[in-house]
């Protein structure tokens, strides 16, 4: 039997839940940055790889079987946005270190493990990633449209990409 995760708003707190029984709990106010990491084009939620949460001290690892970036990315999209704190990249550009991927994949990389990993641990690994943002999954919508106008490309090379 597969065992099952699911995160959720309660009150001001977001909390994450294994097999119903809830793991961890932490205030969305001390959410500094939200990281989204895809895989594919990135067009589709399904696409999503992990999500990583920066809290004053630590970062959270939740794998995208956790439903973060769904229930509780779009049930509070006004928060997401008033904060200004969501990112994106690619698997591809932004891997995390072996030891906090489950499993050897020769062909695809190996996710992580829901977590909390101690800053010094992750910070300058995170440093190195490519990422846009901040945006809104709307916002992301409509760069991607306008990105595939005509001559979109030239305009958009001309734009400095965010690294954070």
């Known amino acids: 039997m597969d065992s099952t995760w699911h995160t959720a ?6 909390v994450v839940f294994h097999d119903d029984a ?8 001390d959410v500094q940055r939200v990281i989204f990491v895809q895989h594919g084009s990135g067009e589709h939620l399904g ?3 992990y999500s990583v949460v920066e809290l004053p001290d630590e970062f959270l690892l ?6 973060f970036a769904g229930r509780v990315h779009f049930e509070r999209l006004a928060f ?9 990249g690619h698997e591809s550009h932004a891997p995390l270190p072996g ?3 489950r499993g050897l994949r020769l062909l695809k990389p190996s996710l992580p493990v829901f977590g909390r990993v101690p800053r010094a641990e992750l910070s300058d690994t995170i440093a190195r990633w490519t990422l846009t943002g901040p945006q ?3 916002e992301r919508k409509w760069q991607r449209i306008a990105s595939s106008r005509p001559f979109a490309t030239a305009v958009e090379a001309a734009k400095p990409r965010l690294r954070a």
Not at 22 to 29: G, L, Q, S, T, Y
Not at 62 to 67: C, H, K, S
Not at 80 to 88: F, I, L, Q, T
Request: hydrophobic letters at 40%; charged letters at 30%.
């Open 22 to 29: 809830e793991v961890d709990r932490f205030k969305a106010a």
């Open 136 to 138: 809104t999954w709307d």
């Open 62 to 67: 939740l794998p995208a079987n956790t439903g």
């Open 47 to 49: 696409d999503l790889s």
């Open 80 to 88: 997401w946005a008033d904060k200004r704190c969501v990112y994106w």
């Open 99 to 101: 030891r906090l991927r």
């Open 9 to 14: 708003w309660q009150g001001p707190d977001i």
